[in-house]
């Protein structure tokens, strides 16, 4: 009987949107292992990423995330237009940008999105269409209906925290 191959995850935490989703629920990011161990649980992670902007780099969790589990911060700061600085960060284009290369050129066969963020339902597509698995991690009060309707039609797991 061939042997299973062992499951390797590439993991993309937005880190914004988990924490307001934590926030919306009356409640506050405070330990991320929870949020790690459902991961761990079915495999190993060889290549992860926290998206963070610029504000929110000295959060406790988030330190967690680079001492505890050696995830690489991706800071991202915010939109410039011109001389404008808009009040919106950039995580979403380089989350996105940086998990379509690994989805593309990694050997990982699974993708872990930290995000119910609609913006990441492509990301999680593409995915899907090359063959890799998809997690989505979110939270319930915060996910994407497209997310949800992806779980439905078996192309992506959702774990709602």
Not at 112 to 140: C, Q
Request: glycine share 4%.
């Amino acid at each position: 009987m061939p042997r299973k191959k062992p499951r390797t995850f590439a993991v993309f935490f937005d880190y914004k949107n988990i924490a307001d989703g934590f926030y919306r629920n009356g409640d506050k990011l405070k330990n991320v292992d929870s949020l790690i161990k459902i991961i761990l649980e079915q495999g190993e992670i060889v290549f992860a990423f926290v998206f963070v902007p610029e504000h929110l780099v000295n959060q406790v969790p988030l330190m967690q995330l680079t001492y505890e589990y050696r995830f690489i911060v991706v800071l991202c700061p915010r939109q410039i237009e011109g001389i404008i600085t808009k009040d919106k960060d950039t995580v979403d284009p380089i989350m996105d940008f940086l998990g379509h290369r690994f989805v593309e050129h990694s050997k990982v066969t699974d993708i872990a999105i930290f995000s119910g963020d609609h913006a990441f339902v492509e990301l999680a597509n593409y995915a899907f269409w090359r063959k890799k698995r998809v997690t989505v991690i979110a939270n319930r009060n915060s996910i994407s209906g497209r997310f949800l309707q992806m779980a439905q039609d078996e192309k992506i797991e959702v774990v709602t925290v």
